[in-house]
């Protein structure tokens, strides 16, 4: 099983940025996909997560600036982020996670940079 974010990188106050994970060895279709990121000295929280039927949820930070979709065809979630500011900063992560039979199968991708900087 692999997830491979790409997309992070250097953008200065309000820039866009879109980061994509790409999933393989997954029935990529049957598991809720997320984005969580991870500030230096702060916990991992959740960004946004869309689940295998297409709902979208989102923490109230990025609420109206971020844009969490899927494409099953291509075994890719994106996370579209608008208006960054330096907060925003943080190392990316990309989850999937499908439960069955009480039993729960969790993946993360390596992380992606993302530096908002004037």
């Known amino acids: 099983v692999q997830l491979v974010e790409s997309g992070g990188g250097l953008v200065q106050p309000g820039g866009s940025l879109k980061l994509s994970c790409a999933g393989s060895?997954?029935?990529?279709?049957?598991?809720?996909m997320g984005w969580y990121r991870q500030a230096p000295g702060k916990q991992r929280e959740l960004v946004a997560v869309v689940t295998s039927g297409g709902r979208t949820n989102y923490t109230d930070s990025v609420k109206g600036r971020f844009t969490i979709s899927r494409d099953n065809a291509k075994n890719t979630v994106y996370l579209q982020m608008n208006s960054l500011q330096p907060e925003d900063t943080a190392v990316y992560y990309c989850n999937a996670v499908f439960t069955i039979l009480g039993k729960t199968y969790e993946y993360w991708g390596q992380g992606t940079q993302v530096t908002v900087s004037s």
């Open positions: 060895g997954i029935s990529f279709s049957s598991y809720d």
